[in-house]
């Protein structure tokens, strides 16, 4: 008996699978379905966020600018990732930068980066302005459309203190 599996060419990292197959010759009273422990030989991808250029002091009514960088650490190529902004107590959204394809929706900003090589990079800038007063703590968060191998870096937290 052989058997060939195709590889998709996305990495997906290890996961259980199950293959089925036709018998041509001989019959017997083989299970057509054998399960399989597969291990994706595409190299993964790390996204990553960190925070550029944040203000963590505002005056009520002041326009912040915040830029974002999403890293893929590689090894592999990204196909792309979402990045993401909880709605934000004490600012208020009025638009992404330039070259910046975000949308809102229910209070969280959400920002499309495409495809990116191995240690290629990208900045995200949003533009706000500050609405309330207070210290206020959010999540910056990005997740991948490939299998990332080191999740720890896909958040960091951004503090603000508004007077």
């Known amino acids: 008996m052989r058997y060939t599996a195709v590889d998709d060419a996305m990495s997906e990292g290890p996961h259980h699978d ?37 203000p963590t002091i505002a005056n009520v009514g002041q326009g912040v ?22 709605a934000l107590a004490g600012l208020t959204y009025l638009s992404p930068g330039p070259g910046t394809s975000c949308s809102v929706s229910v209070g969280t900003l959400t920002c499309t980066v495409g ?24 999540t910056l968060k990005v997740r991948g459309n490939d299998w990332d191998n080191a999740s720890e870096n896909n958040m960091v937290p951004w503090v603000m203190t508004i007077s």
């Not at 001989?26 to 944040?54: C, K, T």
């Not at 495809?115 to 959010?138: K, R």
């Open 18 to 54: 199950t293959l089925t197959f036709t018998l041509r010759q001989g019959g017997g009273s083989n299970d057509p379905r054998a399960p399989w422990f597969i291990v994706d030989n595409d190299p993964p991808v790390d996204p990553a966020v960190s925070i550029v250029l944040a």
């Open 65 to 86: 600018d915040a830029r974002f960088r999403i890293t893929n650490n590689g090894p592999g190529a990204s196909t792309g990732s979402t990045f993401r902004i909880p």
């Open 115 to 138: 495809a990116l090589a191995a240690g290629a990079s990208v900045d995200v800038v949003v533009l706000y302005q500050s609405s309330t007063h207070g210290a206020w703590t959010n």
